[in-house]
C-alpha cells in the first residue's frame, strides 16, 4: 500500500489538492493507495520525549509503517518543508526506515523547487529511505483563483509520477 500525506494544515491548500490528484493516479494505477490528511490528526510538538505517546501519533505511526511508498505533499515555506511535515516525521521516527519516499510540493514562486532536498537527504541517511528520483513541484500560478490545478502540465507530471512511483514501490517491496 502506498500512503499520500497532504501535510499542510492550510483550510484551501493547493498541496492537498494535488495530493487527492495523486492519491486518485495511484488507484487509478492498481495501487491500495490511503490518504491521510494531517489536519484530522491532532499532533503534539515533538518534544523527543513523551509526545510520541499520544494515540494520533500511534494511529499514524502504524500507518507509515504498514505503507511501501510514502508521498509527501507539502507546501513550501521559507525554502523548506513545512514545519507540520517535519514535525511529523520527526514523531513517526523509525517507521519511515527503508520506506519508499517521493514528493509533491506547492509554493509561491517557482524559485524554491529544489527546497525538498535536505528533508530528502535526512530521510535518505537517518532512515536509509529510498528517495522517489522525480518530484512534482507547483507555483501558484500553476493554480486559479479557487484552487484548482490549472497547468496541464504538472497534471500530466502527477500522472506520471504515480504510474512510476507505484511500480517501483511494489518492485522495492518484493526486495526490502
Known amino acids: 500500500m502506498e500512503l499520500v500525506i497532504s501535510c499542510s494544515l492550510h483550510p484551501q491548500s493547493r498541496s492537498r489538492t494535488m495530493a487527492r490528484l495523486m492519491h486518485r493516479g495511484l ?3 492498481g ?12 499532533l503534539p510538538f515533538c518534544d ?4 510520541g505517546d499520544e494515540d494520533s501519533v500511534a494511529r499514524l505511526t502504524d500507518l507509515v509503517a504498514s505503507a511501501s511508498g510514502i508521498i509527501l505533499a507539502t507546501p513550501i515555506y521559507n525554502f523548506d518543508v513545512n514545519a507540520a511535515a517535519k514535525n511529523m516525521i520527526e514523531l513517526t521516527g ?5 520506506k519508499l519516499v517521493g514528493f509533491i510540493c506547492a509554493s509561491g514562486g517557482a524559485r524554491s523547487y ?4 535536505g528533508l530528502a537527504n535526512s530521510l535518505l541517511l537517518d532512515f536509509h529511505c529510498h528517495v522517489f528520483p522525480r518530484f512534482v513541484f507547483a507555483p ?6 479557487d484552487g484548482r490545478l490549472t497547468d496541464s502540465n504538472v497534471q500530466e507530471r502527477i500522472e506520471h509520477f504515480a504510474d512510476r512511483f507505484h511500480r517501483l514501490a511494489e518492485m522495492l517491496a518484493r526486495f526490502v
Open 114 to 117: 529544489m527546497s525538498v532536498l
Open 140 to 145: 501558484s500560478d500553476s493554480f486559479d483563483d
Open 48 to 51: 523527543g520525549d513523551r509526545a
Open 94 to 98: 523509525s517507521a519511515w526506515t527503508e
Open 27 to 29: 488507484v487509478d494505477h
Open 31 to 42: 495501487s491500495e493507495a490511503a490518504f491521510v490528511d494531517l489536519r484530522e490528526f491532532s
